[in-house]
């Protein structure tokens, strides 16, 4: 298949092709789309997978594209991956131009790519996911994925990241951000955003509430205790550490083995959720009780499409 070659080349118009083509609706496009899958595959898994979130106005795009282009000076190739559930009513994407990340957009170690949402929250992780395995396989190595607030988004978007920032306001309350305690439960870090001017002070008291509320969750399997930060991305003050947490966290991660765990119970549930959608309900349900996922799940390795397995399924 050409197209997966392309992508394997680092182009970024095939990437694009590709991404199009697995979020195809269109049932003629569903064998093509997984077999582009099946040949990235082999050529995916190095990277740090990042889920970003925080409600419309936190500045998300502005951190995005100042983090993006720091990443870039590193040495990394990123591809930013946004999904927008508030784009339901036009089918298309509101982050659609390239007003957003300008800066980010014109890099050519970048790869931004808006992601309308047709499908259901799970839908969005699963096509996300399989564009992730897409831009890894064209070498990109740090993956951010854009998610909006909206409660439940967040915990989807989890079960496709390594990591998860949650990006907040200083002075507005958690209600108001839409941040419930699961969703600050989740995050790997804490980001108090717009940390600059008068809002400076503010954002120091915030850190310290939320570094004292952190206190108070339970320990996490991973062994990481959930950081605070503050950062202004207008004076591009903070971002800096935000990376080295970034790299410190995948590092220790890589060390005691949790981030193979992480993915291989991530693509567990890759492998439910398509089996639900492809089969349905039912039958999804049989093979559970007849423990056949179970069998399969030993088989799932980073390297192996889930569809291969599922093929056998039916
Ligand atoms: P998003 O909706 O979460 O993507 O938020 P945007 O990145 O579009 O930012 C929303 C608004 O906040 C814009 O007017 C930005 O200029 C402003 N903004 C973003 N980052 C900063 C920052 O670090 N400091 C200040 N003072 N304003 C910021």
């Not at 804490?190 to 206190?215: P, V």
């Amino acid at each position: 298949m050409n197209l997966a070659k392309d992508i394997i080349k680092g182009n970024r118009t095939a990437l694009g092709q590709g991404i199009t083509l697995i979020e195809s609706t269109l049932p003629k496009h569903k064998k093509q789309a997984q077999e582009l899958i099946n040949n990235c595959l082999t050529h995916s898994g190095e990277s740090i997978r990042i889920g970003i979130t925080g409600i419309p106005g936190v500045g998300k795009s502005t951190f995005i594209d100042v983090f993006g282009n720091l990443l870039t000076k590193k040495g990394h190739k990123v591809a930013v991956l946004a999904i927008d559930p508030t784009s339901k009513k036009t089918q298309g994407s509101i982050l659609g131009d390239k007003t957003r990340m300008s800066k980010l957009s014109n890099n050519e170690n970048a790869f931004v790519r808006p992601s309308p949402n047709k499908n259901t929250l799970g839908g969005i992780a699963a096509k996300t996911r399989e564009s992730i395995i897409l831009c890894e396989a064209a070498g990109f190595d740090i993956i951010l994925i854009e998610t909006v607030g909206v409660g439940q988004s967040e915990t989807k978007v989890e079960s496709i990241v390594d990591f998860f920032l949650l990006l907040m306001l200083a002075g507005a309350g958690d209600e108001l951000q839409g941040i419930k305690r699961g969703i600050m439960e989740l995050a790997d870090a804490l980001i108090i955003t717009k940390s600059d001017g008068k809002n400076l002070q503010d954002a120091k008291n915030a850190a310290l509430r939320y570094k004292n509320a952190i206190h108070l969750f339970p320990i996490t399997e991973n062994g990481w205790i959930p950081q605070v930060k503050i950062c202004s991305a207008l004076e591009n003050n903070g971002i800096d550490q935000i990376y080295n947490l970034i790299i410190d966290f995948d590092t220790q991660m890589k060390n005691n083995g949790w981030k193979k765990e992480n993915r291989y119970n991530q693509q567990k549930l890759w492998l439910h959720q398509i089996i639900k959608e492809e089969l349905g309900n039912q039958k999804y349900e049989k093979l559970l009780n007849e423990n056949v996922i179970e069998k399969f799940e030993i088989t799932l390795s980073e390297s192996k499409s889930v569809y291969h397995i599922f093929d056998r399924l039916k």
